[in-house]
């Protein structure tokens, strides 16, 4: 139901700030007007680095015959007991989703070594109005087609204990509701852009961060985490506060 978090291999270079972009723009500029009443002749730019191509290590290692993992595995279930007139994903009440989650994983939610179990406790006060509200770990529902086939999704977020947050995406498949991505972590952030959801999470590391990229399968009928990276976002020590979701996606 939770997939464990791919291996973090992906390294990104930094974009160039509007500050460096100026500046650069401003030196091409000063050597363009200092070469005003050049004749214009063709000059030698220097020697062309000779080009590299990619070097195999260990060509003598026979190619694996067993997959590595469970790195990009689909993980999805049917939410049973869960329907709604004509498909329409927006009547789905998200509390009776989570509550069906709890049921269906009972190890997880409500046995006796049940890591969430402070989540279920905390359902009561879902549908309550002040503080207690508040005290809902299922936070705002978001909408967006991430499957391409022209009808919205459901994006939810739940708290879960030691600042952990469960991320779950749901959509209609044969007038079944079905959880076509579910992870949990630590997380600075959550954005959907275009067709993707894009976690943002600490990293022990300093200074630096990962980012996930979630991205629907045809083939796999199911989000895919297709984009994993560590990112340098500056030198001050990472947060570990939960936030609500991006406002920047599209809220129906």
Do not use: N
Request: charged share 20%; glycine share 10%; proline share 9%.
């Amino acid at each position: 139901m939770t997939p464990s978090r791919p291996s973090r291999l992906t390294r990104a270079a930094g974009r160039p700030t509007r500050a460096a972009l100026g500046a650069a723009v401003a030196a091409v500029l000063v050597a363009t007007l200092a070469g005003c009443g050049d004749s214009g002749d063709l000059r030698a730019a220097g020697a062309t680095p000779t080009a590299v191509g990619p070097t195999k290590l260990w060509p003598e290692v026979p190619p694996a015959s067993t997959p590595a993992l469970d790195y990009g595995e689909a993980d999805t279930e049917t939410v049973k007991g869960i329907t709604a007139p004509g498909d329409d994903i927006h009547r789905v009440d998200p509390v009776a989703v989570v509550r069906a989650e709890v049921a269906a994983h009972p190890d997880e939610y409500t046995g006796p070594h049940a890591m969430y179990a402070q989540t279920v406790d905390q359902l009561t006060y879902c549908g309550k109005k002040g503080a207690q509200g508040r005290r809902c770990p299922i936070l705002q529902a978001y909408y967006r087609d991430l499957t391409g086939d022209g009808k919205d999704d459901l994006v939810l977020g739940i708290r879960f204990p030691k600042g952990q947050l469960g991320v779950r995406v749901y959509t209609f498949t044969h007038h079944k509701l079905v959880q076509v991505m579910g992870t949990s972590d630590s997380v600075v952030s959550v954005e959907l852009a275009g067709r993707d959801v894009i976690i943002r999470s600490p990293s022990t590391l300093p200074g630096y961060e990962f980012r996930t990229v979630w991205t629907w399968d045809p083939h796999q009928h199911a989000m895919l985490a297709t984009r994993d990276e560590i990112l340098r976002v500056g030198t001050a020590p990472p947060t570990t506060a939960i936030p609500t979701l991006s406002p920047s996606a599209s809220a129906s």
